[in-house]
């Protein structure tokens, strides 16, 4: 089958009543556009590092889901501690992307900085290995790319109850 079209009627879409319309193989394909890509973004201090596929700026004991927003999809949170994965889903539901939920002080998932979590740091601060690479991001605090006494002090302040924000990353 050949198509011949005019100008008007491929760059418009402006067609007449009776019109004869062909087509041949060689000709684009007519049909709807393919469906855009969700796009993860963070709200107020939420982030959303791609390079690491860490989202964080949740403070400890707050919802994941106020901190993130998608475009043209959704997100579901399995958690609200370090660790937690955020699958971004697009508009039929399929998971398009994740990222790994950091809350910075909170170095042992159990989404609040306590004592534990600040002995976990000082050990770190002196040579100790913090083994997974989610939880070592989660206790550089200050943001500086070492676990440091420096950092061991603010997760102990805030493990004490400080009025500390902890995220080195947001302004």
Do not use: C, H, W
């Amino acid at each position: 089958i050949a198509v011949r079209m005019s100008d008007d009627v491929l760059t418009t879409g402006n067609m007449v009543y009776g019109q004869i319309v062909d087509a041949t193989a060689a000709t684009a394909t007519l049909g709807n556009a393919a469906p855009a890509t969700p796009v993860l973004s963070g709200v107020d201090t939420g982030y959303v590092d791609e390079a690491n596929k860490y989202v964080y700026g949740v403070p400890a004991g707050e919802s994941a889901e106020a901190y993130f927003a998608v475009e043209n999809g959704s997100f579901e949170v399995t958690g609200n501690a370090t660790g937690a994965v955020l699958s971004v889903k697009d508009n039929g539901g399929a998971v398009v992307d994740t990222y790994t939920l950091i809350i910075f002080g909170d170095v042992n998932g159990d989404a609040a900085v306590t004592a534990a979590d600040y002995a976990i740091v000082n050990m770190a601060s002196l040579g100790a290995a913090i083994e997974d690479a989610t939880f070592a991001f989660a206790a550089d605090v200050n943001g500086d790319g070492a676990v440091t006494a420096a950092d061991y002090a603010i997760v102990n302040m805030a493990s004490l109850g400080g009025s500390i924000t902890i995220n080195p990353y947001v302004a």
